[in-house]
C-alpha cells in the first residue's frame, strides 16, 4: 500500500532564504508525482507536476526533483517571499488515483 | 474563469438534510474526480469518472453519499441524511487523460465547504 509522508510539519523561516520540502514514498511504481499549494480556506493550486521518467521540474523560484529509485521528492523554493507563506502538499499517482501526504506549512517571516 | 468550478463554496445544515455540491470541469478534461478534506489533512479519495462513467468508488463512502456525472460534463455530489462528521471541504478535480490508471496533472476548484449543524 503506498504511502506518502511529508516531513518537515511546519516550517518557519525568514524572508529571502532559499529552502526545501521534503516528499518521500513507498511504493516506487507510481505515474507522476505533483506538488501543490494550499491557501487557508481555499483549493488547491498546482504548482508542478513530474511525470515518472522525470528527473525534475521548474517554474520559476521552484523547482522540483523526484528520485523514484529511493522514493523521494523534494520541492525547492529560492529567495522565499511572504507571499509563498501556504500549505504545500505532494501527491503521487498511483492507479487511478492520488495518494497524499499531510503537507507541511510553511510559514515566511517578513 | 476556464478552471474547475465547484457551487456553493459553503454550505450550512442541520443534521438529517440532504446537500447537492456541484462541479464544473475543465471544459476539455474527460477525468473528473471528488475528494474530502478535514482540516489539517491531506485530501481523500471519494470517488472519480472517466467522461459519464463512475469507474471507482472508495469503501470509505457510505451509501448516503452518491455522485453523478450524466454527459460526461458537470458532475454533481449528493449527500442524504447528513451527519456531523461529514463536515468537511469537498474538492472537486479534473484532468485530461487519454488512458490507463495515470491519473494525468489534476486541476482543482475552490471546493465546498460543508457544516453540519
Known amino acids: 500500500k503506498q504511502e506518502v509522508t511529508q516531513i518537515p510539519a511546519a516550517l518557519s523561516v525568514p524572508e529571502g532564504e532559499n529552502l526545501v520540502l521534503n516528499c518521500s514514498f513507498t511504493?516506487?511504481?507510481?505515474?507522476?508525482l505533483q506538488w501543490f499549494r494550499q491557501d487557508p480556506g481555499k483549493g488547491l493550486t498546482s504548482l508542478l507536476l513530474?511525470?515518472?521518467s522525470q528527473r525534475e521540474q521548474t517554474s520559476g523560484r521552484l523547482n522540483a526533483s523526484l528520485d523514484k529509485s529511493s522514493g523521494r521528492s523534494t520541492l525547492y523554493i529560492a529567495a522565499s517571499q511572504p507571499g509563498d507563506s501556504a500549505t504545500y502538499l505532494c501527491?503521487?499517482?498511483?492507479?487511478?488515483?492520488?495518494?497524499w501526504g499531510a503537507g507541511t506549512k510553511l510559514i515566511i517571516k517578513p | 474563469d476556464t478552471g474547475v468550478s465547484q457551487d456553493p463554496r459553503h454550505k450550512i445544515t442541520k443534521r438529517g438534510q440532504n446537500v447537492t455540491f456541484r462541479c464544473d470541469p475543465i471544459?476539455?478534461?474527460?477525468?473528473l474526480y471528488w475528494y474530502r478534506q478535514t482540516l489539517g489533512q491531506g485530501p481523500e479519495f471519494l470517488t472519480y469518472?472517466?467522461?459519464?462513467?463512475?469507474?471507482?468508488k472508495s469503501r470509505l463512502l457510505s451509501d448516503r453519499f452518491s455522485a453523478e456525472r450524466p454527459k460526461g460534463s458537470f458532475s454533481t455530489l449528493e449527500i442524504q441524511r447528513t451527519e456531523q462528521g461529514d463536515s468537511a471541504m469537498y474538492l472537486c478535480?479534473?484532468?485530461?487523460?487519454?488512458?490507463?490508471?495515470?491519473?494525468?496533472?489534476?486541476?482543482f476548484g475552490e471546493g465546498s465547504r460543508l457544516t453540519v449543524l
Open positions: 478535480a479534473s484532468s485530461l487523460v487519454l488512458s490507463g490508471l495515470n491519473t494525468g496533472e489534476l486541476f
Open positions: 471544459s476539455e478534461h474527460n477525468r
Open positions: 469518472f472517466q467522461n459519464e462513467a463512475q469507474l471507482e
Open positions: 511504493d516506487s511504481a507510481i505515474y507522476n
Open positions: 513530474i511525470q515518472s
Open positions: 501527491a503521487v499517482s498511483s492507479n487511478y488515483q492520488l495518494i
